[in-house]
């Protein structure tokens, strides 16, 4: 069973850093594309940073300056720097990858998830 556990969420002040970080387990022959998702109540969830398996990044033009996606394939982990937090950055984050695993005894590529964890960006 894949999964994907987020660390590193927390309480900070406006002006202050995170790094929140991915890491996945399980039976796992390649990921592809991980990306970082951001959520707040009320409306839907968004991008906010992703990571080609060859490194390529696309990152959302509110966090572009101040966050940085990164990925460590031989660890099967991703990290998103968070700096210079503003209030306007507090949401669950996500971590979101696409995962090729051996299944039955087929190679299965499926999208998975991380639970969530929280970011609180204080004025």
């Known amino acids: 069973q894949v999964q994907l556990v987020e660390s590193g969420g927390g309480l900070v002040q406006a002006g202050g850093s995170l790094r929140l970080s991915c890491a996945a387990s399980g039976i796992i022959l390649r990921i592809n594309g991980m990306g970082w998702y951001r959520q707040v109540p009320g409306k839907q969830r968004e991008l906010v940073a992703h990571?080609?398996?060859?490194?390529?990044?696309n990152i959302a033009d509110s966090v572009k300056g101040r966050f940085t996606i990164s990925r460590d394939n031989a660890k099967n982990t991703g990290h998103l720097q968070m700096n210079s937090l503003k209030p306007e950055d507090t949401a669950v984050y996500y971590c979101n990858a696409g995962i090729s695993t051996i299944s039955g005894g087929l190679v299965r590529t499926g999208d998975y998830w991380g639970q969530g964890t929280q970011v609180t960006v204080s004025a």
């Open positions: 990571i080609s398996s060859l490194g390529y990044t």
